[in-house]
């Protein structure tokens, strides 16, 4: 009795019914959209972020002796300590390997660059351009500046490769900016560097890289050559880290590093890591607000729509009242029609939720989402939910009719 009732009562009403699945499905179909981003945004915000650079430091831990007279400190003299080049494969060994996007190590000496008849004492730094990596299980793994970096390099001529070693015979460079124009340095030009007056080489310089920081005043080559010629072996001062680090804390990737790796400090760039937990929450925030806003919305129209409803049934309602009905079996006759219209508004709001998906991350980001199933049964317990809240109004009103004022007025 009670499902032909239920039955009868929609069919009877396809309209209004029609108007109140509309409403959940315009509703609930921005928090699916919504939902379905953001199960994907935090690694992608974290990708385009990643473009900008590194955001872990890793350096030696140093020896450093106190310098004074009796109780006043006046310095501090380091022993000036390295990395091992073939240790740092362990960085893709750690529990948060999947994070780590990249990274790029790095040797500096300070050397003297003789040009066009002009001489200056310039940073030479060796480092991984785009190096393939064989990892314990196997697996090749590409890295260096260029995948970490290359946002922000702005790169005149060409990106030199890691096979060259001071015994080639032709030896590539790429200059920073303020090199080139110190020296009036172009593409093509030769450079001769010189290393403690021990050690000449003759390089070609094939790039010319703007950074806007202290990159524009080095001279870069591959860390082989740089190790060959400063005579620092296997050798590295710092290694830069790009982690993906909206899903764990950049600390924790800090400290299982430093676990993997020997007498080393891995410092996070504070500054790059909060900006980008900080646009994360932002957009979050927004989309919480505006799904919010939405679901309220269908609150609104749902009510609307079954006030209207009970307004067009009261003869309806009076008659089961005076028949004996009691108030839970007309509470459970609309808080089911209510379930009915939420889980079929949702189900429609999810599908059209995820065509808003895939526009808003193509606008976006200019790639697409993968659809999350996940979503769906949360979309449905949403729409069920703001479908109940939506019909409390209408039920006290139902409860409040008359039976006896409503039928002598329909009599």
């Known amino acids: 009795m009670f499902l032909r009732i239920i039955s009868k009562s929609l069919s009877k009403r396809k309209g209004r019914i029609i108007i109140a699945v509309l409403a959940v499905v315009m509703g609930v179909s921005i928090p699916a959209a919504m939902f379905t981003v953001s199960l994907d945004i935090n690694h992608k915000i974290g990708l385009e972020f990643r473009k900008f650079g590194a955001n872990l430091l890793i350096v030696p831990e140093s020896d450093t002796i106190p310098v004074g007279i009796g109780d006043i400190s006046l310095s501090s003299v380091s022993n000036q300590q390295y990395i091992n080049e073939t240790d740092i494969y362990k960085i893709k060994t750690i529990n948060w390997s999947k994070n780590i996007q990249g990274y790029a190590p790095f040797l500096y000496e300070v050397i003297s660059a003789q040009a066009k008849g002009q001489e200056q004492q310039v940073v030479l730094t060796g480092t991984w351009f785009e190096k393939n990596t064989t990892l314990l299980d196997g697996t090749t793994f590409t890295t260096g500046v260029r995948r970490i970096n290359s946002w922000w390099w702005d790169v005149e001529g060409e990106w030199i490769n890691d096979t060259q070693s001071t015994d080639s015979l032709s030896v590539e460079c790429m200059v920073g900016r303020s090199v080139a124009d110190k020296m009036n340095l172009e593409i093509g030009n030769k450079i001769t560097i010189d290393f403690q007056n021990k050690r000449q080489l003759e390089i070609e310089v094939k790039g010319i890289i703007t950074t806007g920081g202290t990159e524009d005043n080095h001279i ?8 060959n010629f400063t005579e620092h072996d296997n050798a590295i001062h710092t290694v830069q880290v790009s982690a993906l680090c909206t899903g764990c804390p950049i600390e924790e990737i800090a400290a299982e590093i430093e676990i993997k790796l020997d007498n080393v400090e891995a410092k996070t760039i504070l500054q790059m890591t909060n900006t980008e937990m900080s646009v994360l929450n932002t957009v979050e925030t927004m989309m919480m607000l505006v799904t ?119 009599g």
Request: proline share 3%; no cysteine.
């Open 220 to 227: 870069f080559t591959s860390l082989e050559t740089a190790q």
């Open 292 to 410: 919010f806003v939405a679901l309220l919305a269908t609150i609104l129209g749902v009510s609307s729509t079954m006030t209207t409803s009970i307004l067009d049934r009261k003869t309806e309602i009076g008659l089961m009242m005076s028949l004996g009905a009691e108030n839970l079996k007309i509470i459970s006759l609309f808080l089911t029609e209510s379930l009915l219209i939420g889980t079929i508004g949702g189900s429609i709001g999810f599908s059209f939720g995820i065509i808003g998906a895939q526009f808003v991350s193509l606008i976006v980001f200019n790639s697409l989402v993968t659809p999350q199933i996940v979503v769906l049964p949360l979309i449905i317990g949403i729409s069920t939910v703001v479908s109940l809240i939506a019909a409390i109004i209408p039920i006290k009103s139902a409860l409040r009719i008359d039976p006896v004022t409503v039928l002598r007025n329909n």
